[in-house]
């Protein structure tokens, strides 16, 4: 079993960062995907930045130059630095991890495990 633990969620003004962290733990072996999704009210669960086992980073549309993922393999924990944050940023963001075979990792539905989210709520 795998275990994830997001933190570092918080209320904040537009225009200022946040950075989450996402620590895993159980059996892991190896590199694998892990990635960022996010879902505010009424809306459908959204990727946001995804990483891959090679390193490779990717991001949506209406977070690139903004938001940045990053991961530490020894100490087994994903990150979200976000900056310029806007009131549409306002959601609940979880981390997901280990794709399923052939999945899409932009797909929160092609992940095997995930954590409870950490909310994020920016005011204007």
């Known amino acids: 079993q795998v275990q994830l633990v997001e933190s570092g969620g918080g209320s904040v003004q537009a225009g200022g960062s946040l950075r989450l962290s996402c620590a895993v733990s159980g059996n892991t072996y190896g590199r694998y995907s892990m990635g960022w999704f996010r879902q505010a009210p009424g809306k459908e669960r959204e990727g946001v930045a995804v990483?891959?086992?090679?390193?490779?980073?990717s991001y949506a549309d209406s977070v690139k130059g903004r938001f940045t993922i990053s991961r530490d393999n020894n100490e087994k924990i994903l990150a979200l630095q976000m900056n310029s944050l806007k009131p549409e940023d306002t959601a609940r963001y979880y981390c997901?991890?280990?794709?399923?075979?052939?999945?899409?990792?932009?797909?929160?539905?092609?992940?095997?495990?995930w954590g409870q989210g950490t909310q994020v709520t920016v005011s204007s």
């Open positions: 990483t891959g086992p090679d390193g490779s980073t």
């Open positions: 997901a991890a280990i794709l399923k075979r052939g999945g899409d990792r932009w797909s929160w539905e092609s992940y095997n495990y």
